[in-house]
C-alpha cells in the first residue's frame, strides 16, 4: 500500500495569512493527487485533482502543486471559512490511501 | 446536480452483517464509465476507503477489507449498496458514499454520511 503522510498534523493561522500544508507519499505517484477539504460533522469536499487542477467552485486563494511523492497545498489569504481538516488522496494504485489529516486551526 | 444519500442502520451488533445503501439522485447510476465508492470515518481519525463498484457493476476492494465486504448496484432503484460482515467495534465509523472519477481518481460529490456504532 502507498502510505501518505502529511505535515504538519495541525497549524495555527490568523484570516489573511498564507498557509501550506504538505503531503509526501511513501512511493511515487505520478500526479494522481487529490485534496479535500472537511468541516466538522460534514462530508469532505474536493478541492484540486491531478496534484493542481482547482475543482470547479473552487476560491482560486487555494493551489496545489507537486509530483511523483512531494506534494504541497497552499491557501492564500486565509478567510474565516477555510478552518477546517485537509486530507490529501492518492489515486495511482489501489488500494486508495488518504493522509492521516492537517487540522487548520485559529 | 448529482446527489447521494447514505441509509441504512445507524447501531449493529458485534458479529453481525452491516448493510448500507446509497441512493444517486441527479443522474443515473448506470451512466457508462460511471463509478462509485465506499469510504469510512472512525470517529476523530481519518478517511480509511472501503470499495469502489463500477455502473456495469465491477468492484475493487481494499485489500484489508476485501474477505469482508459485498458491493454491488441495482439499476432499477438507482443505487448502490455496501455489506460488511463479522462487524466489531473497530468498524464503528462514519460510512460515506461518493461518485468516484477514474481519470484523476477524485471522489465527489459525496453523502453527507451516516454513523453506524458497532455495540452489544
Not at chain 1, 493527487?33 to 484540486?48: E, M
Not at chain 1, 506534494?71 to 486530507?87: G, R
Amino acid at each position: 500500500d502507498i502510505q501518505m503522510t502529511q505535515s504538519p498534523s495541525s497549524v495555527s493561522a490568523s484570516v489573511g495569512d498564507r498557509v501550506t500544508i504538505t503531503c509526501r507519499a511513501s512511493q511515487g505517484i505520478s500526479s494522481f493527487l487529490v485534496w479535500y477539504q472537511q468541516k466538522s460533522g460534514k462530508a469532505p469536499k474536493l478541492l484540486i485533482y491531478d496534484a493542481s487542477t482547482l475543482h470547479s467552485g473552487v476560491p482560486s486563494r487555494f493551489s496545489g502543486s507537486g509530483y511523483g511523492t512531494d506534494f504541497t497545498l497552499t491557501i492564500n489569504s486565509l478567510q474565516p471559512e477555510d478552518f477546517a481538516t485537509y486530507y490529501c488522496q492518492q489515486a495511482n494504485s489501489f488500494p486508495l490511501t488518504f493522509g492521516q489529516g492537517t487540522r487548520l486551526e485559529i | 446536480q448529482l446527489q447521494l444519500q447514505e441509509s441504512g442502520p445507524g447501531l449493529v451488533k458485534p458479529s453481525e452483517t452491516l448493510s448500507l445503501i446509497c441512493t444517486v439522485s441527479g443522474g443515473s447510476i448506470s451512466t457508462t464509465d460511471h463509478y462509485w465508492g465506499w469510504i469510512r470515518q472512525p470517529p476523530g481519525k481519518g478517511l480509511e476507503w472501503i470499495g469502489s463498484i463500477s455502473f456495469d457493476g465491477s468492484t475493487i476492494y481494499s485489500p484489508s477489507l476485501k474477505s469482508r465486504i459485498t458491493i454491488s448496484v441495482d439499476s432499477s432503484k438507482n443505487q448502490f449498496s455496501l455489506k460488511l460482515s463479522s462487524m466489531t467495534a473497530a468498524d464503528t465509523a462514519v460510512y460515506y458514499c461518493a461518485d468516484w472519477n477514474t481519470s484523476s481518481g477524485w471522489f465527489d460529490p459525496w453523502g453527507q454520511g451516516t454513523l453506524v456504532t458497532v455495540s452489544s
